[in-house]
């Protein structure tokens, strides 16, 4: 109670101190914390601030250049070709060629990538592929293609992580990230002189770090938003562009699409929504939320119990594993739908945390930028089910979208928004595409 | 006989008035803007169901007002009859529930048709219009906002998206410093349409600046980005070739001093210039000609006249004060704390005579504008402030002196350039 009340009078003296804008000034320590490891994909803090893509999304979720400055495709998408922007360099001075992107992107997928082969010619970096690839560009933002250096110049691999981006890493002590400002970053020089994550820290203490001034930016999961709202924390959001999603096994039993379909009748939606995710975000049944496509609504939300039993049809499946990724709320989550579950006959256990390969997994969709058919395509590429999504028209792509689910090996739920919350020394924070802090652009009032 | 002459009479006017106003009616609908959806819509249904009755529903997702859904209702029931589909008539097994939507891109109308167990979707698609006010004020000045014409790249698309430094109107063509290029636009159809681009590799920075000023003769400009100094230059083309041809535009690394302000008479050379700091977006405090006073490290200046002669240098520092020099004394402006980074001194005759127009936000999420006097050592609003569409991310004194250019982000991050002129109230 005291703790609660602390966080609350320390904002509300912040917020009294608060100044006019004027240009961002250059210096100072952006202090963040995280609950989780700053490396991690999809949303790791540091990816996004030690590496760049090919291509980048703005705030907008349009497609940027990035690392190339231009990119045609020929052969109808079979074959694309990237130009790398000159005079780029990795942190420790390494010139970025298209044999150091092709090395990475090589690293960064192995077997399992979008294209059949990448090679560098000159300045460019050619895909090709068997397939169609009409998104390749929106999916090379993505955080999984961030280019590294795998090989210096001695052919030696570096040490610690080597990118292009405006922060490079610096030191990890005390369980304390530290990133120095990259002076020669080919998109200008941050604004803030380092960046200090503090990672695995819990998310009471991230918050109550930010009352006290001990840090600038901390987590604020979607289900404590509304939390943080009344404890008048400065509260960043981004539209709701995680996907919760139920992706289940076709092995066994579950290969019957009935039993999947009473899987998806009984999960009760709502329940996610109201109780553990405390109304944030939006309910939803299909795979693009309804900002982005606009005809999500048609997909039905509704839990249908009878339902369930009847495409059960009596069948005995066994027992049936689910696995969560994550902790705190997603765990909760987790028990909710198992208990669904049981109430429409199947026998459901959770699995230990951590474990990944279950016949359930209730798993997190990242969707960026605002082109539904990239989006719908990279979703596909997340749960290994990639197939290119040429459609462009609503119609079509509702359509396909519509196939998609029939077959009932992802449930959708819930889309989640991500959240953040700031002390009053930051400012022109904003939130990138991905959910992800935009830290470079970001500077501090008290800075000189 | 009389009375039956009148009586016709009487009955021909109101068949005319009645005709009209049906007219009118049918005439309005048809002018509706959503009068082609709604016929492409229902023509879609009238596919799927075939000629019958069903029952409508309408409902609103969409940013479309509430008043304008009845209206819509009607559109789409009219052109269902049309077509052989009743609307109405809930005892009918048939349904249709439409439901105005829109995603990121588009306005998108989609319909539900269920009949019995069986439930097929249509959806049209709808062109999203756009509307945008204007703020005026009622104090002594007026600031009145003029947004410039769209500008439009050589491939047909809009570049709303590329960061704009600084802008001026040369020659009946505009000229655009971007953060990697100089373009010249010519008008056309209401739009600037870029004819000519100059490459200009000055250093990338997360706050790029830049000054683009047109000589005494308007027919040239000299340009400076960070690290860059650009000249241009137009001369008449030869032998028929378009006007647009006729522009050079060369530059070059430079570190050489910026101006950072006309004298009042704005034929004249720069009153003062600043060195810039690359690596930091500001002025370093180092100015030319010297003017007695070792200056802080600031963002913006101008210069006041004085009534009396003289004048005083105004300075915008990257420590948020903003000071004048005069008579080689610096000192601190009352009633600027809550002032922007950027100002233009603009004489607008109103009022205290000159003005200085800067950008004010506080925690706003969109920036505004406002004219201030300042007689003395005190900064009077003279002005109300003149909402902005989003960041005032570069400002300055156009040309004329008497207005300020100002580049806006919005949210979305699209650039455009705003005349803000200061009118006597």
């Excluded at chain 2, 559109?75 to 269902?80: K, S, V």
Aim: with cysteine.
């Amino acid at each position: 109670m005291f703790r609660r009340f602390a966080i609350s009078f320390v904002f509300t003296l912040a917020a009294l101190g608060a100044t006019a804008r004027t240009r961002p000034h250059y210096g100072g320590t952006l202090r963040v914390e995280v609950a989780g490891d700053p490396w991690q994909r999809p949303s790791g803090i540091a990816r996004r601030l030690v590496y760049d893509g090919l291509t980048q999304l703005d705030p907008s979720g349009a497609l940027q250049p990035a690392l190339a400055i231009s990119w045609e495709q020929d052969n109808s998408f079979h074959r694309w070709q990237f130009r790398l922007r000159p005079g780029v360099r990795f942190h420790d001075g390494t010139v970025l060629t298209s044999a150091t992107v092709v090395a990475s992107l090589k690293a960064s997928c192995s077997a399992r990538c979008p294209w059949d082969a990448v090679k560098a010619v000159g300045p460019l970096v050619i895909f090709t592929n068997d397939s169609s690839m009409p998104n390749l560009p929106a999916l090379l933002a993505s955080d999984q293609f961030l280019i590294a250096l795998t090989a210096n110049a001695d052919g030696k691999t570096p040490a610690g992580a080597m990118g292009t981006g405006p922060f490079q890493a610096s030191d990890f002590k005390n369980g304390v990230l530290a990133l120095a400002a990259n002076e020669n970053c080919w998109s200008g020089r941050p604004f803030a002189d380092s960046v200090e994550i503090r990672v695995h820290r819990s998310i009471r203490d991230q918050w109550l770090d930010l009352g006290l001034g001990r840090a600038d930016l901390v987590e604020v999961p979607a289900e404590q938003l509304r939390q943080a709202q009344q404890q008048r924390l400065s509260v960043l959001t981004s539209p709701p562009i995680v996907l919760l999603a139920l992706q289940v096994s076709d092995a066994g039993l579950l290969a019957n699409v009935k039993v999947r379909g009473a899987i998806a009748a009984a999960v009760d939606r709502s329940a996610l929504y109201n109780v553990i995710f405390q109304k944030q975000g939006e309910v939803t049944a299909s795979l693009l939320p309804q900002k982005m496509s606009g005809y999500s609504f048609l997909f039905p939300t509704a839990r249908d119990l009878n339902k369930a039993h009847e495409l059960r049809g009596g069948l005995a499946t066994g027992e049936l594993t689910l696995s969560v990724e994550g902790e705190g709320a997603m765990q909760l989550a987790g028990q909710r739908i198992a208990l669904n579950l049981r109430e429409a006959g199947f026998n459901v256990q959770m699995a230990p945390v951590g474990v990944q390969h279950s016949d359930l997994m209730l798993r997190k969709f990242l969707i960026s930028g605002n082109d539904p058919s990239a989006a719908l395509e990279r979703i596909l590429w997340d749960a290994d089910a990639l197939v290119p999504v040429t459609e462009q028209t609503s119609a079509d792509l509702y359509k396909r979208e519509q196939t998609i689910l029939e077959n009932r090996k992802i449930i959708t739920l819930v889309d989640l928004p991500l959240g953040y919350a700031s002390g009053a020394r930051i400012r022109d924070l904003r939130v990138r595409a991905d959910g992800t802090p935009d830290l470079a652009g970001t500077s501090m009032e008290d800075a000189r | 006989m009389r009375a039956m002459r009148v009586v016709v009479t009487v009955a021909l006017v109101v068949c005319w008035a009645i005709g009209c106003t049906a007219l009118g009616a049918q005439l309005q609908q048809s002018q509706s803007p959503w009068s082609q959806p709604a016929a492409e819509l229902a023509g879609q249904i009238a596919d799927i169901l075939g000629p019958g009755q069903a029952q409508l529903t309408v409902r609103n997702l969409s940013t479309i007002q509430a008043g304008e859904i009845p209206s819509i209702r009607k559109l789409i029931e009219q052109d269902l009859k049309a077509r052989g589909v009743l609307a109405g008539g809930t005892e009918s097994a048939n349904a249709i529930r439409v439901t105005l939507s829109e995603n990121a891109r588009e306005r998108l109308w989609v319909a539900e048709v269920i009949e019995g167990n069986e439930t097929r979707v249509t959806m049209v698609h709808v062109g999203a219009g756009e509307a945008s006010a204007i703020r005026t004020t009622n104090e002594r000045v007026v600031l009145r906002k003029e947004k410039m014409p769209s500008l439009v790249a050589r491939s047909g698309g809009t570049m709303r998206d590329d960061p704009i430094l600084a802008a001026a109107e040369i020659n009946g063509h505009l000229v655009v410093m971007f953060d990697d290029r100089i373009s010249v636009f010519s008008s056309a159809g209401g739009r600037w349409i870029e004819s000519n681009s100059f490459a200009m590799s000055s250093k990338l920075a997360r706050d790029a600046r830049g000054i683009l000023l047109p000589t005494a003769d308007g027919g040239s400009f000299t340009a400076y980005a960070p690290g860059t100094q650009c000249s241009g230059s137009y001369s008449l083309p030869l032998n028929g070739a378009a006007q647009d041809s006729g522009w050079t535009v060369r530059c070059r690394a430079s570190d050489d001093p910026w101006p950072v302000y006309q004298s009042a008479d704005a034929s004249s050379a720069p009153a003062l210039k600043a060195f810039y700091n690359a690596a930091r977006d500001f002025f370093t405090g180092v100015v030319t000609p010297n003017i007695g006073v070792d200056l802080p490290p600031f963002y913006a200046a101008g210069m006041i006249p004085r009534p009396a002669g003289g004048a005083a240098v105004l300075l915008a520092g990257v420590d948020g004060k903003v000071q004048t020099v005069e008579n080689g004394v610096m000192r601190p402006i009352a009633g600027a704390r809550d002032w922007g980074s950027d100002l233009a001194v603009v004489r607008s005759g109103c009022g205290m005579g000159t003005q200085v127009i800067t950008s004010s936000s506080g925690e706003a999420a969109n920036d505004s504008l406002r004219a201030f006097g300042i007689p003395a050592l005190e900064a009077i609003p003279e002005s109300n402030a003149l909402g902005m569409d989003g960041t005032v991310t570069a400002l300055w004194t156009a040309q004329d002196g008497k207005s300020a250019m100002a580049v806006v982000r919005n949210g979305a991050g699209e650039y455009e350039v705003d005349r803000v002129s200061a009118l006597c109230n």
